[in-house]
């Protein structure tokens, strides 16, 4: 993550919930289960979230599937931990991870793809996926902001109150070329034990949908953007996986034509993801 103290995020991670307090995750998974079943998903369907976080969507969706949670920070694992005690989460890269089984639904939710560096990091994500799925198997990616959307040059203010714990998060953000560059400054307030300041510039990478929807394509999806997803400005990609599949990116073909998806309203919400990013491990672990 360019310029910034990746042990920060690790300190932040703790922090994580709290300042993304405002965000319905069960309302979230209700949609997203809703949009799973009309692509074809069966009701109990296995579910593989992959930058699972803190566990927050796996917390809903294990009361309805079997589910596996894959993150790279081992920080974020560790609250996900606490929440979803009984489920299997792995320490590992989305790009590289192998779970050697395949899964009817995979998820990557807030923006995370947004954190992978080029294209052919995503490519090779997308081909990851592909992987882990059932032939027909679905994929749901809410991307990072859509470069036309994107606004250099803003602030936002969010806070988190609750008993004994303080947050107020300001960010500000710049443009370079297809980056984006958010730099946050945290004040994390404990009662009794002060007040902390994080700052962490936070890069992501800006693709448009029909660049994200390419890249489906080419790693063995029939994809379709919907507009309406979470948050204003990303939408969410889906993907029914095509054929057996690989798992290797394909290549360029005609495009494919999908049936379009009724979609639902969402609510409005700013646009600012938190930034927790980390270091990628060299080895998948078991935890
Ligand atoms: C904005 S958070 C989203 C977490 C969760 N999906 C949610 O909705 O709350 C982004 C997550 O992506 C993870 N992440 C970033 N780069 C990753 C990578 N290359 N492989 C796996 N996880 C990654 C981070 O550790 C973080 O937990």
Redesign the pocket.
Known sequence: MGGSDVSQ?YEL?PY?DAI?DW?D?RR?VDRLESLVRQLGAPPRASWL??????G??LEFLRRRHPVVG????RA?LRVARRRVPRDPLVL????T?RLDRQFDVV??????VG??GSKS?VLR?YANFARHLNPGGVVVV?PWIDPSRFRPGTLHLRRHESPGLTIVRLAFSERRGNRSRIQYHFLVGRTGRGIRHYRVTDVGLLLARREHLELLRRAGFRPQFLSDGFLPGRGLLVGVKTGAGSGRPRDRGPSQRSQPLPTDSAGARPFW??????G?PRRRRRR
């Open positions: 995020f991670a994580y993304n965000k995750y979230e979230d992959v930058a699972c976080g803190t927050r969507h894959v993150d790279a920070s974020m590992a890269d989305m790009r991870f998820t990557c939710l807030f923006s995370a954190h992978l990091d994500t809410e993801r938190t930034p927790p990013r980390t990628v």
